[in-house]
């Protein structure tokens, strides 16, 4: 089992900035993909941005340009730099881990965060 701890959500207001991460740990040999997903109400889940395990990464649109995803492969976390915030940008911030191996043969699972709220102020 894999368990994920994030940390870094809050109010924050218009054009301000945040730092998510997210930590994981238990049992694993590797991690292929990290990413950021958010929901805002009534919506429906969204990829924000997403890093491989070599660093290659892809954001959402809305986000470009305005946040940066990073990992520490050592730490097995992930970050997000969230700047220049809208009240947009306004939702729960879920953590995925995807293609976790507990051992180098073993069946990739994914993981997800239980989310943490981050709320912008016009």
């Known amino acids: 089992q894999v368990q994920l701890v994030e940390s870094g959500g809050g109010l924050v207001q218009t054009g301000g900035s945040l730092r998510l991460s997210c930590a994981a740990s238990g049992s694993i040999f590797t991690i292929n993909t990290m990413g950021w997903y958010r929901q805002a109400p009534g919506k429906q889940r969204d990829l924000v941005a997403h890093?491989?395990?070599?660093?290659?990464?892809n954001y959402a649109d809305s986000v470009k340009g305005r946040f940066t995803i990073s990992r520490d492969n050592a730490k097995n976390t992930v970050y997000l730099q969230m700047n220049s915030l809208k009240p947009e940008d306004t939702a729960v911030y879920y953590c995925?881990?995807?293609?976790?191996?507990?051992?180098?043969?073993?069946?990739?699972?994914?993981?997800w965060g239980e989310g943490t709220l981050v709320t912008v102020s016009s």
């Open positions: 995925k881990v995807g293609e976790v191996r507990a051992t180098w043969n073993s069946r990739a699972m994914d993981y």
């Open positions: 890093i491989t395990r070599n660093g290659g990464t």
